[in-house]
């Protein structure tokens, strides 16, 4: 099967890439194709001539994190060390799709650790959040899933994280809170003590 890769270089110190298959392509294509044809649009006009093809790789895209492992990214980067105060990550940008609409929520993620004898490449943890985001998800498994990986993985001391996201679910379809902000939040390990919770929550302006 031939695949199609599109490298871009991003800020972070590390490569995404876009890799379509094409026999994905041509079926999501088609079926898009059809879903425009029944929202009552054209698909023969110019400007939705190669919208069918660009949506069907924009979800590809999208939801790429099924084939990602959120593990092997963290282990790729684990090194020995004596550290043993809190590392905060803070305003990590977040996009993802809801699972209900399929309509997309983007915020800020924050998440903290306290290294028990590992410390993890400080760009490692908004590569796990893409790889969790990139899905069809719930904020709260989202939260939940970041949680557990590093807490899994990196068998640290303790850990935060704190998602806060607008859903355009609720702000595009006429719910009266249009500009509401959805705010989750999980903790492991030292975390769980009020004192620790709360210095992680000041730093990060909470
Ligand atoms: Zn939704």
């Given amino acids: 099967m031939h695949r199609q890769v599109d490298y871009i270089e991003l800020i972070m110190p590390y490569k995404s890439f876009e890799e379509y298959s094409d026999d994905v392509t041509d079926n999501v294509k088609n079926k898009y194709q059809e879903i425009i044809t029944d929202l009552g649009e054209d698909t023969s006009r110019d400007g939705l001539l190669k919208t069918p093809e660009r949506a069907a790789k924009a979800m590809q895209f999208l939801t790429q994190g099924y084939d990602q492992d959120p593990v092997e990214i963290l282990k790729g980067a684990m090194f020995k060390e004596s550290y043993n105060e809190m590392v905060i990550v803070k305003d990590i940008e977040l996009y993802s799709l809801c699972e209900h609409h ?23 943890l908004p590569r796990i959040v893409d790889v969790f985001a990139r899905r069809l998800q719930v904020q709260e498994r989202l939260t939940q899933q970041i949680l557990d990986c590093i807490n899994d993985t990196l068998n640290p001391q303790g850990v935060a994280v704190v998602i806060e996201a607008s859903h355009m679910c609720m702000m595009m379809r006429g719910v009266q809170k249009q500009n509401s902000t959805t705010t989750t939040s999980g903790f492991r390990g030292q975390f769980e003590k009020i004192e620790t919770r709360n210095e992680f929550l000041k730093l990060i302006g909470k």
Avoid: D, E, R
């Fill in 102 to 124: 399929i309509l997309p929520f983007f915020g800020k993620v924050h998440i903290a650790y306290i290294p028990n004898g590992q410390i993890v490449g400080l760009s490692k």
